[in-house]
Protein backbone atom coordinates (compact mmCIF):
# COMPACT_ATOMS: atom_id res chain seq x y z
CA UNK A 1 0.00 0.00 0.00
CA UNK A 2 1.42 3.31 -0.95
CA UNK A 3 2.48 5.03 2.13
CA UNK A 4 2.17 8.83 3.58
CA UNK A 5 4.93 11.01 2.89
CA UNK A 6 6.28 13.34 5.73
CA UNK A 7 8.47 16.00 4.14
CA UNK A 8 10.83 18.52 6.29
CA UNK A 9 11.67 21.80 3.85
CA UNK A 10 15.10 23.09 4.80
CA UNK A 11 15.47 26.99 3.75
CA UNK A 12 19.18 27.36 2.71
CA UNK A 13 20.57 30.64 1.99
CA UNK A 14 24.25 31.30 0.67
CA UNK A 15 24.10 27.46 0.87
CA UNK A 16 23.65 27.45 5.01
CA UNK A 17 20.23 26.33 6.39
CA UNK A 18 18.89 29.57 7.60
CA UNK A 19 17.10 28.21 10.99
CA UNK A 20 19.91 26.34 12.28
CA UNK A 21 18.91 24.01 15.13
CA UNK A 22 20.94 21.69 17.81
CA UNK A 23 19.88 17.94 16.74
CA UNK A 24 21.95 15.52 19.15
CA UNK A 25 24.68 14.31 16.59
CA UNK A 26 24.71 17.29 13.85
CA UNK A 27 28.17 18.17 13.68
CA UNK A 28 27.01 21.51 11.93
CA UNK A 29 23.51 22.36 12.22
CA UNK A 30 23.61 24.78 9.53
CA UNK A 31 25.02 22.56 7.04
CA UNK A 32 22.14 21.08 4.28
CA UNK A 33 24.32 17.96 3.87
CA UNK A 34 24.42 16.90 7.19
CA UNK A 35 20.52 18.13 7.93
CA UNK A 36 18.76 16.52 5.13
CA UNK A 37 20.97 13.02 6.24
CA UNK A 38 19.86 13.56 9.91
CA UNK A 39 16.11 14.17 8.56
CA UNK A 40 16.79 10.64 6.03
CA UNK A 41 17.99 8.38 9.02
CA UNK A 42 15.15 9.46 11.28
CA UNK A 43 12.78 8.56 8.45
CA UNK A 44 12.06 11.62 5.89
CA UNK A 45 10.18 10.13 2.83
CA UNK A 46 11.74 13.03 0.48
CA UNK A 47 13.91 16.47 1.26
CA UNK A 48 12.78 19.77 0.10
CA UNK A 49 15.32 22.11 -0.33
CA UNK A 50 14.21 25.83 -0.70
CA UNK A 51 16.60 28.29 -2.14
CA UNK A 52 16.08 31.35 -1.08
CA UNK A 53 19.56 33.58 -1.99
CA UNK A 54 19.06 36.74 -4.18
CA UNK A 55 23.04 36.31 -5.28
CA UNK A 56 24.65 34.52 -7.99
CA UNK A 57 27.17 33.32 -5.96
CA UNK A 58 24.98 31.89 -3.42
CA UNK A 59 23.28 30.21 -6.39
CA UNK A 60 26.13 28.45 -7.21
CA UNK A 61 26.73 27.49 -3.45
CA UNK A 62 23.50 26.37 -3.48
CA UNK A 63 24.12 23.71 -6.59
CA UNK A 64 27.73 22.87 -4.22
CA UNK A 65 25.38 21.66 -1.85
CA UNK A 66 22.69 20.14 -3.76
CA UNK A 67 25.85 17.93 -5.97
CA UNK A 68 26.96 16.98 -2.21
CA UNK A 69 23.62 16.13 -0.51
CA UNK A 70 22.62 13.71 -3.94
CA UNK A 71 25.74 12.18 -3.15
CA UNK A 72 25.31 11.00 0.87
CA UNK A 73 21.37 11.12 0.67
CA UNK A 74 19.48 8.60 -1.53
CA UNK A 75 16.07 9.86 -0.62
CA UNK A 76 14.05 11.58 -3.67
CA UNK A 77 15.15 15.55 -3.34
CA UNK A 78 12.75 18.42 -4.43
CA UNK A 79 14.56 21.85 -4.89
CA UNK A 80 12.27 25.19 -4.95
CA UNK A 81 13.07 28.44 -5.18
CA UNK A 82 14.20 30.90 -7.81
CA UNK A 83 13.11 28.65 -10.29
CA UNK A 84 11.81 30.97 -13.36
CA UNK A 85 13.75 28.90 -16.82
CA UNK A 86 13.80 25.69 -18.28
CA UNK A 87 17.55 26.84 -17.95
CA UNK A 88 16.73 26.91 -14.02
CA UNK A 89 15.15 23.34 -13.89
CA UNK A 90 18.74 21.75 -15.95
CA UNK A 91 20.97 23.68 -13.02
CA UNK A 92 19.31 21.98 -10.28
CA UNK A 93 18.56 18.79 -11.96
CA UNK A 94 22.17 18.20 -13.28
CA UNK A 95 22.98 18.61 -9.41
CA UNK A 96 20.68 15.54 -8.34
CA UNK A 97 17.53 16.89 -8.06
CA UNK A 98 14.60 14.52 -8.90
CA UNK A 99 11.88 17.08 -8.70
CA UNK A 100 12.03 21.03 -9.14
CA UNK A 101 9.06 22.90 -7.39
CA UNK A 102 8.14 26.25 -8.82
CA UNK A 103 6.02 28.58 -7.84
CA UNK A 104 6.36 32.97 -8.59
CA UNK A 105 8.25 31.90 -11.73
CA UNK A 106 5.00 29.69 -13.12
CA UNK A 107 2.97 33.00 -12.25
CA UNK A 108 4.95 35.59 -13.96
CA UNK A 109 5.52 32.76 -17.37
CA UNK A 110 2.47 31.03 -17.48
CA UNK A 111 4.39 28.65 -20.52
CA UNK A 112 7.27 27.27 -17.65
CA UNK A 113 5.14 24.04 -16.50
CA UNK A 114 4.25 23.37 -19.80
CA UNK A 115 7.86 23.57 -20.97
CA UNK A 116 9.54 21.87 -18.33
CA UNK A 117 7.28 19.19 -18.32
CA UNK A 118 7.68 18.51 -22.05
CA UNK A 119 11.72 18.08 -21.36
CA UNK A 120 11.70 16.37 -18.21
CA UNK A 121 8.10 14.79 -17.92
CA UNK A 122 5.58 15.64 -15.09
CA UNK A 123 6.69 13.51 -12.49
CA UNK A 124 9.37 16.29 -12.29
CA UNK A 125 7.37 19.57 -12.25
CA UNK A 126 6.11 20.18 -8.39
CA UNK A 127 3.48 23.27 -8.53
CA UNK A 128 3.81 24.62 -5.37
CA UNK A 129 0.75 27.59 -4.46
CA UNK A 130 0.54 30.00 -1.87
CA UNK A 131 -3.22 30.20 -1.03
CA UNK A 132 -4.79 32.91 1.28
CA UNK A 133 -8.81 33.83 1.71
CA UNK A 134 -9.66 36.89 0.34
CA UNK A 135 -13.26 37.58 1.10
CA UNK A 136 -14.03 34.10 1.03
CA UNK A 137 -12.63 33.11 -1.83
CA UNK A 138 -9.07 31.42 -2.42
CA UNK A 139 -6.73 33.25 -4.27
CA UNK A 140 -2.99 32.49 -5.26
CA UNK A 141 -0.49 35.05 -3.66
CA UNK A 142 2.98 35.47 -5.25
CA UNK A 143 6.80 36.19 -3.69
CA UNK A 144 6.75 34.58 -0.81
CA UNK A 145 3.30 35.43 -0.16
CA UNK A 146 3.12 39.17 0.04
CA UNK A 147 1.60 39.87 -3.43
CA UNK A 148 -1.82 38.99 -4.27
CA UNK A 149 -2.25 37.76 -7.69
CA UNK A 150 -5.96 38.13 -7.83
CA UNK A 151 -5.62 34.65 -9.57
CA UNK A 152 -8.63 32.38 -7.80
CA UNK A 153 -6.20 29.28 -6.37
CA UNK A 154 -8.33 25.93 -7.74
CA UNK A 155 -8.70 27.44 -11.48
CA UNK A 156 -4.71 28.31 -11.49
CA UNK A 157 -4.03 25.14 -9.46
CA UNK A 158 -6.23 22.86 -12.63
CA UNK A 159 -4.99 24.95 -15.14
CA UNK A 160 -1.21 24.01 -14.12
CA UNK A 161 -2.21 20.64 -13.54
CA UNK A 162 -3.49 20.53 -16.75
CA UNK A 163 -0.24 22.12 -18.29
CA UNK A 164 1.91 18.97 -16.26
CA UNK A 165 2.67 19.76 -12.88
CA UNK A 166 2.83 16.51 -11.53
CA UNK A 167 2.43 17.14 -8.03
CA UNK A 168 0.58 20.11 -5.58
CA UNK A 169 2.37 21.66 -2.72
CA UNK A 170 -0.57 23.88 -0.76
CA UNK A 171 0.84 26.41 1.50
CA UNK A 172 -1.93 27.63 3.33
CA UNK A 173 -1.19 31.39 4.23
CA UNK A 174 -3.78 31.66 6.81
CA UNK A 175 -2.62 28.49 8.99
CA UNK A 176 0.70 28.78 7.93
CA UNK A 177 2.71 30.03 11.43
CA UNK A 178 -0.30 29.47 13.66
CA UNK A 179 0.54 25.78 14.79
CA UNK A 180 -3.15 25.10 14.94
CA UNK A 181 -3.24 22.35 12.19
CA UNK A 182 -3.25 22.24 8.39
CA UNK A 183 -5.84 23.81 6.26
CA UNK A 184 -8.50 20.99 6.05
CA UNK A 185 -10.95 22.67 3.93
CA UNK A 186 -8.48 24.44 2.10
CA UNK A 187 -6.91 20.55 0.82
CA UNK A 188 -10.05 19.24 0.44
CA UNK A 189 -11.20 21.75 -2.34
CA UNK A 190 -7.97 21.23 -4.16
CA UNK A 191 -8.39 17.58 -3.70
CA UNK A 192 -11.21 17.41 -5.06
CA UNK A 193 -10.04 19.72 -8.13
CA UNK A 194 -6.78 17.24 -9.13
CA UNK A 195 -6.04 13.72 -9.60
CA UNK A 196 -2.08 14.16 -9.19
CA UNK A 197 -0.55 13.73 -5.39
CA UNK A 198 -1.42 16.60 -3.48
CA UNK A 199 1.28 17.89 -0.32
CA UNK A 200 -0.24 19.92 2.82
CA UNK A 201 2.38 22.82 3.35
CA UNK A 202 1.31 25.58 6.29
CA UNK A 203 -0.16 24.91 10.29
CA UNK A 204 1.48 21.92 11.35
CA UNK A 205 2.03 22.32 14.72
CA UNK A 206 2.63 18.92 16.79
CA UNK A 207 2.10 15.33 15.60
CA UNK A 208 -1.90 15.01 16.07
CA UNK A 209 -1.61 17.35 12.98
CA UNK A 210 -0.09 14.96 11.11
CA UNK A 211 -2.63 12.21 12.08
CA UNK A 212 -5.72 14.71 11.83
CA UNK A 213 -4.51 15.45 8.26
CA UNK A 214 -4.28 12.04 6.41
CA UNK A 215 -7.26 10.47 8.45
CA UNK A 216 -9.68 13.68 7.62
CA UNK A 217 -8.06 13.71 3.76
CA UNK A 218 -6.99 10.35 3.47
CA UNK A 219 -6.67 11.45 -0.47
CA UNK A 220 -3.89 14.13 1.10
CA UNK A 221 -0.58 12.22 0.11
CA UNK A 222 2.13 14.17 1.71
CA UNK A 223 2.41 16.56 4.57
CA UNK A 224 5.19 19.16 4.91
CA UNK A 225 6.81 21.07 7.36
CA UNK A 226 9.92 23.18 8.63
CA UNK A 227 10.29 25.14 11.64
CA UNK A 228 8.60 22.15 13.72
CA UNK A 229 11.09 19.60 12.88
CA UNK A 230 14.18 21.91 12.91
CA UNK A 231 13.42 22.76 16.36
CA UNK A 232 12.72 19.62 17.67
CA UNK A 233 9.17 20.25 18.33
CA UNK A 234 8.34 17.23 16.00
CA UNK A 235 10.23 14.38 15.86
CA UNK A 236 9.56 12.49 12.81
CA UNK A 237 10.69 9.18 14.22
CA UNK A 238 8.18 9.98 16.88
CA UNK A 239 5.84 11.26 14.37
CA UNK A 240 5.67 8.30 12.00
CA UNK A 241 5.45 5.74 15.04
CA UNK A 242 2.18 7.45 15.90
CA UNK A 243 1.54 7.40 12.35
CA UNK A 244 1.69 3.47 12.62
CA UNK A 245 -0.17 3.15 15.73
CA UNK A 246 -3.00 4.97 14.13
CA UNK A 247 -2.99 2.74 10.79
CA UNK A 248 -1.69 4.81 8.80
CA UNK A 249 0.34 3.44 5.64
CA UNK A 250 3.74 4.49 6.47
CA UNK A 251 7.19 3.75 5.62
CA UNK A 252 9.04 2.80 8.29
CA UNK A 253 13.04 2.98 8.42
CA UNK B 1 32.81 -2.47 -11.87
CA UNK B 2 29.22 -1.91 -12.35
CA UNK B 3 29.23 -0.30 -15.82
CA UNK B 4 25.67 2.20 -15.79
CA UNK B 5 24.82 2.42 -19.25
CA UNK B 6 24.70 6.18 -20.64
CA UNK B 7 22.28 6.72 -23.61
CA UNK B 8 21.27 10.16 -23.29
CA UNK B 9 17.96 10.07 -21.09
CA UNK B 10 17.80 10.70 -17.57
CA UNK B 11 20.25 12.01 -14.94
CA UNK B 12 22.66 9.25 -13.43
CA UNK B 13 24.20 11.44 -10.62
CA UNK B 14 22.43 9.30 -8.53
CA UNK B 15 22.99 6.17 -9.47
CA UNK B 16 26.54 6.05 -9.61
CA UNK B 17 26.81 7.78 -6.00
CA UNK B 18 24.73 5.04 -4.60
CA UNK B 19 27.33 2.61 -5.92
CA UNK B 20 29.57 4.82 -4.55
CA UNK B 21 27.80 4.53 -1.14
CA UNK B 22 28.17 0.43 -0.96
CA UNK B 23 31.76 0.62 -1.77
CA UNK B 24 31.27 -0.44 -5.68
CA UNK B 25 32.17 1.06 -8.57
CA UNK B 26 29.85 2.69 -10.80
CA UNK B 27 30.95 3.93 -14.48
CA UNK B 28 28.90 5.38 -16.32
CA UNK B 29 29.74 4.41 -19.57
CA UNK B 30 28.29 3.69 -23.59
CA UNK B 31 31.36 1.85 -25.01
CA UNK B 32 30.85 -1.66 -25.88
CA UNK B 33 34.99 -2.25 -24.19
CA UNK B 34 34.02 -0.84 -20.92
CA UNK B 35 30.84 -2.96 -20.88
CA UNK B 36 32.52 -6.26 -21.78
CA UNK B 37 34.58 -5.47 -18.71
CA UNK B 38 32.31 -4.77 -16.44
CA UNK B 39 31.32 -7.21 -13.97
CA UNK B 40 27.47 -6.30 -14.33
CA UNK B 41 25.28 -3.83 -16.42
CA UNK B 42 22.86 -1.80 -15.20
CA UNK B 43 19.94 0.31 -17.89
CA UNK B 44 18.82 2.72 -16.53
CA UNK B 45 15.98 5.29 -18.22
CA UNK B 46 13.72 8.14 -17.47
CA UNK B 47 11.15 9.23 -19.85
CA UNK B 48 9.09 7.76 -22.82
CA UNK B 49 9.86 3.85 -23.92
CA UNK B 50 9.70 4.61 -28.01
CA UNK B 51 11.92 7.63 -27.61
CA UNK B 52 14.60 5.50 -25.37
CA UNK B 53 13.94 2.14 -27.37
CA UNK B 54 15.45 4.09 -30.26
CA UNK B 55 18.45 5.74 -28.53
CA UNK B 56 19.50 2.60 -27.49
CA UNK B 57 19.02 1.04 -31.29
CA UNK B 58 20.54 3.58 -32.82
CA UNK B 59 23.50 3.34 -30.48
CA UNK B 60 23.91 -0.36 -31.24
CA UNK B 61 23.22 -0.80 -27.88
CA UNK B 62 20.70 -3.02 -28.37
CA UNK B 63 22.88 -5.98 -30.03
CA UNK B 64 25.46 -5.83 -27.54
CA UNK B 65 23.13 -6.23 -24.47
CA UNK B 66 21.64 -9.09 -25.89
CA UNK B 67 25.06 -10.20 -26.65
CA UNK B 68 26.26 -9.52 -23.15
CA UNK B 69 22.60 -10.77 -21.48
CA UNK B 70 23.46 -14.24 -23.36
CA UNK B 71 26.85 -14.70 -22.03
CA UNK B 72 25.57 -14.51 -18.60
CA UNK B 73 26.15 -11.08 -16.87
CA UNK B 74 24.25 -10.01 -14.49
CA UNK B 75 21.94 -7.07 -16.45
CA UNK B 76 19.66 -5.24 -14.09
CA UNK B 77 17.19 -2.27 -15.87
CA UNK B 78 15.84 0.27 -13.53
CA UNK B 79 12.31 2.01 -14.22
CA UNK B 80 12.08 2.59 -17.75
CA UNK B 81 15.43 0.55 -17.72
CA UNK B 82 13.23 -2.13 -16.71
CA UNK B 83 10.74 -1.98 -19.21
CA UNK B 84 13.12 -1.74 -22.00
CA UNK B 85 14.01 -5.58 -21.36
CA UNK B 86 10.97 -6.86 -21.88
CA UNK B 87 9.09 -7.94 -25.66
CA UNK B 88 6.88 -5.23 -26.38
CA UNK B 89 5.30 -1.60 -24.75
CA UNK B 90 1.98 -0.15 -25.03
CA UNK B 91 3.11 3.11 -24.30
CA UNK B 92 1.37 5.41 -26.72
CA UNK B 93 1.46 3.42 -29.71
CA UNK B 94 3.09 -0.36 -29.81
CA UNK B 95 7.09 -0.27 -29.68
CA UNK B 96 9.31 -3.39 -29.65
CA UNK B 97 11.63 -3.62 -26.69
CA UNK B 98 14.74 -6.02 -26.06
CA UNK B 99 13.03 -8.90 -25.70
CA UNK B 100 15.28 -10.27 -23.20
CA UNK B 101 11.95 -10.72 -20.47
CA UNK B 102 8.64 -12.44 -21.34
CA UNK B 103 5.90 -9.87 -21.32
CA UNK B 104 4.39 -6.39 -22.32
CA UNK B 105 4.16 -2.91 -20.50
CA UNK B 106 0.54 -1.73 -19.72
CA UNK B 107 -0.53 1.36 -18.91
CA UNK B 108 -1.69 1.30 -14.83
CA UNK B 109 -4.89 2.31 -15.54
CA UNK B 110 -5.85 -0.23 -16.91
CA UNK B 111 -5.84 -2.66 -13.76
CA UNK B 112 -5.86 0.18 -11.30
CA UNK B 113 -9.65 1.25 -10.14
CA UNK B 114 -10.52 4.74 -11.52
CA UNK B 115 -10.17 6.92 -7.96
CA UNK B 116 -6.48 6.09 -7.62
CA UNK B 117 -4.10 8.68 -9.05
CA UNK B 118 -1.69 8.41 -12.09
CA UNK B 119 1.84 8.19 -11.74
CA UNK B 120 1.81 5.50 -8.92
CA UNK B 121 4.25 8.23 -6.69
CA UNK B 122 5.68 7.38 -3.95
CA UNK B 123 6.85 4.79 -1.18
CA UNK B 124 5.11 1.55 -1.67
CA UNK B 125 5.98 -1.91 0.60
CA UNK B 126 7.33 -4.82 -1.44
CA UNK B 127 5.48 -8.14 -1.58
CA UNK B 128 7.64 -10.93 -2.51
CA UNK B 129 6.71 -13.68 -4.93
CA UNK B 130 9.97 -15.45 -5.61
CA UNK B 131 13.24 -16.02 -3.54
CA UNK B 132 15.91 -14.56 -5.57
CA UNK B 133 19.31 -13.25 -4.43
CA UNK B 134 18.46 -9.36 -5.19
CA UNK B 135 15.93 -9.35 -2.83
CA UNK B 136 18.38 -11.04 -0.29
CA UNK B 137 18.69 -8.67 2.52
CA UNK B 138 15.70 -7.08 2.06
CA UNK B 139 12.17 -7.97 3.93
CA UNK B 140 8.81 -8.70 2.86
CA UNK B 141 6.99 -4.85 3.53
CA UNK B 142 9.86 -2.92 3.13
CA UNK B 143 9.20 0.26 1.28
CA UNK B 144 10.39 1.57 -2.13
CA UNK B 145 10.13 4.50 -4.25
CA UNK B 146 8.20 4.53 -7.28
CA UNK B 147 7.12 6.95 -9.75
CA UNK B 148 5.31 5.36 -12.92
CA UNK B 149 2.60 5.04 -14.73
CA UNK B 150 2.84 2.02 -16.59
CA UNK B 151 4.13 -1.34 -15.50
CA UNK B 152 5.03 -4.65 -16.71
CA UNK B 153 2.31 -7.48 -17.49
CA UNK B 154 2.11 -11.26 -19.03
CA UNK B 155 5.21 -12.40 -17.43
CA UNK B 156 4.03 -14.00 -14.22
CA UNK B 157 6.89 -16.90 -14.23
CA UNK B 158 9.78 -13.89 -13.83
CA UNK B 159 8.22 -11.40 -11.29
CA UNK B 160 9.95 -11.34 -7.53
CA UNK B 161 8.09 -8.87 -5.85
CA UNK B 162 4.78 -6.59 -6.71
CA UNK B 163 3.07 -3.34 -4.85
CA UNK B 164 -0.22 -3.14 -3.90
CA UNK B 165 -1.82 0.11 -5.57
CA UNK B 166 -5.49 -1.23 -6.02
CA UNK B 167 -3.70 -3.94 -7.72
CA UNK B 168 -0.45 -6.07 -7.70
CA UNK B 169 1.81 -4.22 -9.42
CA UNK B 170 5.28 -5.52 -11.02
CA UNK B 171 7.78 -4.42 -8.47
CA UNK B 172 10.73 -6.53 -9.38
CA UNK B 173 11.49 -9.27 -11.79
CA UNK B 174 14.18 -11.86 -12.34
CA UNK B 175 15.23 -14.43 -15.14
CA UNK B 176 18.51 -15.96 -14.83
CA UNK B 177 20.98 -13.58 -14.85
CA UNK B 178 18.36 -10.32 -16.53
CA UNK B 179 17.08 -8.50 -13.74
CA UNK B 180 14.39 -5.29 -13.52
CA UNK B 181 13.19 -2.84 -10.93
CA UNK B 182 10.16 -0.67 -11.72
CA UNK B 183 11.05 1.31 -8.49
CA UNK B 184 14.11 3.10 -7.92
CA UNK B 185 16.97 1.62 -5.38
CA UNK B 186 18.93 4.53 -5.86
CA UNK B 187 15.95 6.77 -4.31
CA UNK B 188 14.59 4.11 -2.08
CA UNK B 189 17.24 5.10 1.18
CA UNK B 190 18.92 1.74 3.02
CA UNK B 191 16.22 -1.00 1.48
CA UNK B 192 17.69 0.76 -2.09
CA UNK B 193 20.90 0.31 -1.17
CA UNK B 194 20.68 -3.53 -0.14
CA UNK B 195 19.11 -4.36 -3.49
CA UNK B 196 21.81 -2.39 -5.57
CA UNK B 197 24.57 -4.52 -3.03
CA UNK B 198 23.00 -7.68 -3.50
CA UNK B 199 22.93 -6.89 -7.82
CA UNK B 200 26.94 -6.10 -7.12
CA UNK B 201 27.43 -9.25 -5.87
CA UNK B 202 26.05 -11.53 -8.42
CA UNK B 203 28.57 -9.84 -10.57
CA UNK B 204 31.37 -10.88 -8.27
CA UNK B 205 30.42 -14.58 -8.88
CA UNK B 206 31.18 -14.75 -12.03
Redesign the interface.
Known sequence: MITKRIIPCLDVRDGRVVKGVNFEGLRDVSSPVELGMYYSSCGADELVFYDITASSDGRKLFTDILCETARKVFIPLTVGGGINTVEDFDRVLKCGADKVSVNSGAIRNPSLILDAAKRYGDQCVVLSVDVKRVDGVFRVFAKGGRENTGQEAIAWIKQCVDNGAGEVVVNSIDTDGVKGGFDLEMLEAVCDAVSVPVIASGGAGKIQDFITLFQTLPKVDAGLAASIFHFGEVHIADLKAQMVKENIPTRRV | MVAIIDYGVG?L??LQ??F??IGAEGTVTADKEVLEKADCILLPG??AFADAAEKLRSAGLDQVLKALAAKGKPLMGICLGMQLLFERSYEYGCHEGLGLLKGAVRPIADVIPADY?????????LIMKQDNPLMKYVQPGD?V?F?HSYYAADCDEAVIATA??GAELTAAVASGNVLGCQFHP?????V??KILKAFVEMGEKK
Open positions: NFSSSAAVGKIPHIGWNGCYVEYEKSGEGL
